[in-house]
């Protein structure tokens, strides 16, 4: 399918999604979902959806971009508030009832829609564009796929070049450097260097602390490219691999593997949770993972499906996900393997490709 067409399709499935909620429109106002529905990567603009057609609300500073990306999809260039053009748009489109994300939309932008609404009903609403993004098209996975290449190549080349000795902030500077080098746009997220006893932080910011010889370093990185997103975590040691850290590796390592096996479409995703998280129960450690087992990515870092406990989303082809166990010994280390997994209709595919068997711990080996 044409690009373009792409975000057509998608446009006519939202639209139908807002019609049968009995709303005349939606009011999209998160970026990635604007980029979604239209290939524009502006900020600062909103998107207003229906059956009578979908209209791009942005400013001057974007008019030219919307003008070169834009099809099938009226531009509004507005010079006063952005409720104030919405609603005036949707007034002449005949939008009686307006449809907002709620989850997304600030009280001061409620404020002026009230403001400026009249008598249109401004309805909350939840999810409805990212209903549609849960399922991965085959466009969206190579997208994936070359972010992941990047945070791939970029972390080879980075852990060849650093050591014992550099700081983890020198350490995330090289990284994320390497990966902008090879083409993203941007780091996924803040990089995660954490050595030796901070390993047990699981989103440890990284400090002026230096890398110690025979201590396990967790990186945990990943590249946006072209709004989309990759996700990683690895650990490394530099000399040699502590015998205790060692054990606890494999053991997260085996959990994960085993979560993985269990992947496919008609499981609930709490069921991949508890696998990974029962098997670290019976081996004592249970107490010592506190965090859900994944989360889905694509155009934000962190999207739907959640793979945590309790949660009954079944798993549907075309979900992208990570898949990350951990052990955290405060004081000690913690040990964190991350990978992405796409569901397929037969099973799934794990879209990473880093080494992460024991041997490859050692940076000599990558």
Known sequence: MARRDRFAARRGKLAKKVA???????????????????????????????????????????????EGVLKGVGLVTRKGSMMMAATRTARKAGVERLGVEAATMTLAQRGELDEWRGRMAIIPTKELVEDLRVRKDASEIAAIRRAIAVAEEGFRLTVAEIGPGMTEREAVIALERRMQDLGADAPAFPTICAAGPRASLPHAMPTNRRIRPREPVLFDWGARLNMVHSDLTRMVCWDRIPVAFGRHYKLVLDAQRRAIAALRPGRPAGQIDHIARAYLKAHRHGRHFGHGLGHGIGLEVHEAPGIRPGQDTVL???????????????????????????????????????????????????
């Open 316 to 366: 549907r082809s075309g979900m992208v996900f990570s898949v990350e166990p951990g052990v955290y010994l405060p004081g000690r280390y913690g040990v964190r393997i991350e990978d992405l997994a796409l569901i397929t209709p037969s099973g799934h595919s794990v879209l990473t490709s880093q080494p992460k068997g024991i041997e490859s711990v050692l940076a000599e080996a990558l």
């Open 20 to 66: 049968g909620r009995k709303l005349d429109a939606l009011l999209v106002t998160t970026r990635p979902n604007v980029y979604y529905l239209t290939g524009f990567r502006g900020d600062d603009s909103a998107l207003l959806v229906g059956m009578e057609g979908a209209w791009l609300l942005t400013d001057s500073r974007y008019t030219e971009e919307a």
